[in-house]
């Protein structure tokens, strides 16, 4: 298994809009791709010296392969809809593979 790990950095002007948008329809869209089978949204409780209010997104897919089609078929029309929040987020994004899940 792979977890395509996407943390983001939200200015607190956008945060209740941005969240409601992720929680109602970018994680649904991203799951709707069939290319991951879960995804977790966690906050981060660090607070970031740039400020902001900082989540990370855990995608799970059952495969590097399957994470490489999404980044072929999907990844940039995907991002393209967040323009409405455009500049006022950072994110970072990380391959992770799942070595032993207790």
């Given at each position: ?87 006022k987020f950072v994110a970072f994004r990380t391959e992770l593979e799942v070595i032993s899940e207790q």
């Amino acid at each position: 298994m792979v977890i395509y790990n996407v943390t983001i950095n939200v200015q607190e002007d956008i945060h209740d809009k941005w969240l409601k948008w992720m929680k109602e329809e970018h994680i649904p869209d991203m799951l709707d791709t069939r290319k991951f089978q879960k995804a977790l949204m966690t906050k981060v409780l660090v607070q970031e010296p740039m400020g902001g209010i900082t989540y990370s997104v855990q995608y799970t897919a059952e495969s590097k392969e399957m994470l490489e089609s999404y980044y072929a078929e999907n990844a940039d029309e995907l991002r393209s809809r967040s323009k409405a929040f455009e500049g006022k987020f950072v994110a970072f994004r990380t391959e992770l593979e799942v070595i032993s899940e207790q």
